[in-house]
């Protein structure tokens, strides 16, 4: 099969996030898209935990203004469409079908898989069109079912390697079946302790630790086919994208804020603090490293660890001294692996590179 790049499309991953995330018109009319009946979450509630996770700490961000907080509130999720608008789902007639190369094929109502065990699972899941420094990442307690079990039990061909979820909006994603190894992938129905919103996927969506979304996270999904990576793709595989999409290392300088036109929050001279979050694949972040101009690196203190599948914030006490400072941050992961300081761009498997902020101060 050929592959082209078509830049145009290249560009949509982050293009539809930014028109969502800047102008309110523009999500109020990619929601009401879909011609026929208005959407509306259909007396769904949330299915109860066998086994809850933990309370979690109390939040860092709580006594540092400015960082990200440990979970990212539902409303303030970033959020990835191809454009299609959400498609108009009852929850009486949606169903899940498994099938493709699998002795089992099945099909479940939202009563059948709810009634399967259900757990929660604390994980970060980010875009590959994320850039060094950019906010397309999210931390949520997510509430579903096993996606390993599911995929066990319909019997998955020996020759078969990939997992593909559809929705009906036209997204598919196909991620390894080496993924379903036990860190926890489910297809999820809730979100920090509520249904999926409408914008996140509801009724469920695959959550697959460790994967950018573009490869795993299909929201409103209604299939998933056993295949093969020779014989299918998913959406954004022919349009320039990687077939393998696991989350790289990276860190990011939440607050101060660089400076520039736009800055909210001018810096003054004097008791500051650095912070910040940081992510991996599926490594825990085992340090996070500062430098302020050409000083040496210094260690950030680290946040509460919720789990390997989760980001984690940090944050150094910083004297400022006036005049204009740079800010440098780099994460390191419990193998030992350093976050690259070689700049990678976003196409065609995520960004790399250290964040670095300038910043007056005065
Ligand atoms: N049905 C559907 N699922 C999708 C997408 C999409 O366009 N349609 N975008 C994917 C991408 S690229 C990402 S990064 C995540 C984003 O999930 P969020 O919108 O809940 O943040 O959803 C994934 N799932
Ligand atoms: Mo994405």
Same mark, same amino acid.
Do not use: E, P, R
């Given at each position: 099969m050929v592959i082209q790049v078509n830049r145009r499309d290249i560009f949509k991953i982050a293009g539809v996030a930014t028109l969502v995330g800047a102008i309110g018109f523009t999500a109020k009319n990619i929601l009401n898209s879909p011609v026929g009946t208005p959407i509306k979450k259909l007396n769904s509630s949330l299915p109860k935990a066998l086994k809850f996770l933990p309370t979690p700490p109390i939040d860092p961000a709580l006594k540092t203004p400015g960082l990200t907080p440990l979970f990212t509130p539902n409303k303030e999720f970033f959020r990835i469409d191809?454009?299609? =608008?959400?498609p108009n789902i009852s929850l009486d007639t949606w169903k899940l079908k498994i099938g493709g190369m699998v002795d089992h094929p099945s099909e479940f109502t939202y009563k059948e898989l709810t009634s399967r065990p259900i757990y929660e699972l604390d994980a970060t899941i980010s875009c590959v069109s994320n850039e060094v420094g950019g906010k397309l990442a999210g931390n949520a307690r997510w509430t579903g079912i096993s996606l390993d079990d599911l995929i066990r039990e319909a019997g998955p061909s020996k020759n078969a390697d990939q997992v593909m979820s559809f929705s009906d909006d036209g997204f598919s994603a196909g991620f390894p079946i080496?993924?379903?190894?036990?860190?926890?992938?489910m297809i999820a129905f809730g979100m920090n302790g509520d249904p999926l919103p409408l914008e996140n996927g509801y009724p469920a969506r695959v959550i697959v630790p =460790?994967?950018?979304?573009?490869?795993?996270?299909?929201?409103?999904?209604n299939r998933i086919d056993i295949t093969r990576f020779d014989q299918e793709q998913g959406f954004w595989i022919p349009r320039g994208w990687s077939a393998k999409g696991p989350v790289k290392l990276q860190s990011r300088i939440d607050t101060p804020q660089a400076s520039g036109f736009f800055t909210s929050k001018p810096v003054t001279a004097g008791k500051n603090v650095i912070a910040g979050v940081a992510w991996s694949s599926l490594k825990s972040i085992a340090r996070v490293e500062v430098r302020i101009n050409n000083d040496p690196w210094v260690s950030a203190t680290l946040g509460p660890e919720l789990a390997a599948t989760t980001w984690r914030q940090w944050w150094v006490d910083w004297n400022a001294i006036k005049g204009s400072s740079s800010i440098t941050v780099r994460a390191i992961d419990s193998s030992g692996e350093i976050q690259t300081s070689n700049i990678t761009p976003t196409v065609p498997n995520g960004a790399e590179g250290w964040h670095t902020i300038n910043v007056k101060v005065s």
């Open positions: 191809i454009g299609n =608008g959400i080496a993924a379903l190894d036990g860190h926890g992938a =460790g994967l950018y979304g573009y490869v795993s996270a299909t929201k409103w999904v």
